[in-house]
T-cell receptor
């Protein structure tokens, strides 16, 4: 049972345009969501997070939107740069358990074309 | 933020042997997590390691196969025991200084032959 899903395995975007990466979840107890970027042969790099009490969080070129009623979140990257080419994972956690453990989606490979 | 040093970065091991992966954090953290990323798949949580208590394992993972030590608040090890080719994966340790952020080591790429 995949509680966190990223239905698009890959995405290609032109440099300077917006990249939109999507993530869906099934567990209504999730209250924190994180996005990660992963390059080959490296560990995931934390990008941005959002708690369930918010519907938007912005950090520079990265914005995460949360739609709780739809159990959907998205990561927007504007403008996209070739260095953004990587695999992006969303992750979710149910904080009430107190363990901070995260469930990861399957990832979306973003390719930004110069 | 937290800086995590994980080693070895990669290894090639014979089936039936064991490998211990080390994870060192530059600050004290209560919880450390061990993940596995099999080829082409997402990160799967193996276990949560708290200092001073036994690790808590996720469904499908057992202590005999993946024993974990957590001797202090900055260090943990994961052992992959009696390895088979199916254990070939990337293994990652992670810490969560707060609920809104989590950091990973660079990973250990294990190949079992």
């Amino acid at each position: 049972d995949q509680q966190v899903k990223q239905n698009s395995p890959s995405l290609s975007v032109q440099e300077g345009r917006i990249s939109i990466l999507n993530c869906d979840y099934t567990n209504s107890m999730f209250d924190y969501f994180l996005w990660y970027k992963k390059y080959p042969a490296e560990g995931p790099t934390f990008l941005i997070s959002i708690s369930s009490i918010k519907d938007k969080n912005e950090d520079g070129r990265f914005t995460v939107f949360l739609n709780k009623s739809a159990k959907h979140l998205s990561l927007h990257i504007v403008p996209s740069q070739p260095g953004d080419s990587a695999v992006y994972f969303c992750a979710a956690s149910a904080g009430t358990s107190g363990t901070y453990k995260y469930i990861f989606g399957t990832g979306t490979r973003l390719k930004v074309l110069a | 933020s937290a800086v995590i040093s994980q080693k070895p970065s990669r290894d090639i091991c014979q089936r039936g042997t064991s490998l211990t992966i080390q994870c060192q954090v530059d600050s004290q953290v209560t919880m450390m997590f061990w993940y596995r990323q099999q080829p082409g798949q997402s990160l799967t949580l193996i276990a949560t390691a708290n200092q001073g208590s036994e690790a808590t394992y996720e469904s499908g993972f057992v202590i005999d196969k993946f024993p974990i030590s957590r001797p202090n608040l900055t260090f943990s090890t994961l052992t992959v025991s009696n390895m088979s080719p199916e254990d070939s994966s990337i293994y990652l340790c992670s810490v969560c200084p707060s609920h809104s952020e989590a950091f990973f080591g660079q990973g250990t790429r294990l190949t079992v032959v």
